[in-house]
């Protein structure tokens, strides 16, 4: 099991930015796939951004795309989701996930794909 905790959510106005924080457990290049979810009041949750962690390769939503950029920084074993010309939609709880010695490929928007779940971290875009 890889232990996961988030970090950097809070309040921004629209069109700011945050950057979230998911520090895992182990040495990220030896993760897998790593994801960001998010899951607003009364949706489904949502695949926002994954990274193969061993070679960085990304996949984002469509609604995200050209705003948010999720990198890993291996020394710190911390995958980062920067989120920029954040929108009221955007409001959400935010999870990072890991599929442990997994290559995301087409499954990466899947929640039953990934092992193991941080805590979760709210970002709130006031409209």
């Known amino acids: 099991q890889v232990q996961l905790v988030e970090s950097g959510g809070g309040s921004v106005q629209a069109g700011g930015s945050l950057r979230l924080s998911c520090a895992a457990s182990?040495?990220?290049?030896?993760?897998?796939?790593m994801g960001w979810f998010r899951q607003a009041a009364g949706k489904e949750r949502e695949g926002v951004a994954a990274i193969y962690t061993g070679d960085s390769s990304t996949y984002y939503a469509d609604s995200v795309k050209g705003r948010f950029t999720i990198s890993q920084d291996n020394a710190k074993n911390t995958v980062y989701l920067q989120m920029n010309v954040l929108k009221p939609e955007d409001t959400a709880m935010y999870y990072c996930?890991?599929?442990?010695?997994?290559?995301?490929?087409?499954?990466?928007?899947?929640?039953?794909?990934?092992?193991?779940w941080g805590q979760g971290t709210q970002v709130t875009v006031p409209s």
């Open positions: 182990v040495y990220i290049y030896s993760i897998g796939c």
């Open positions: 996930a890991a599929s442990r010695f997994a290559a995301c490929g087409r499954s990466w928007s899947r929640a039953s794909f990934y092992n193991d």
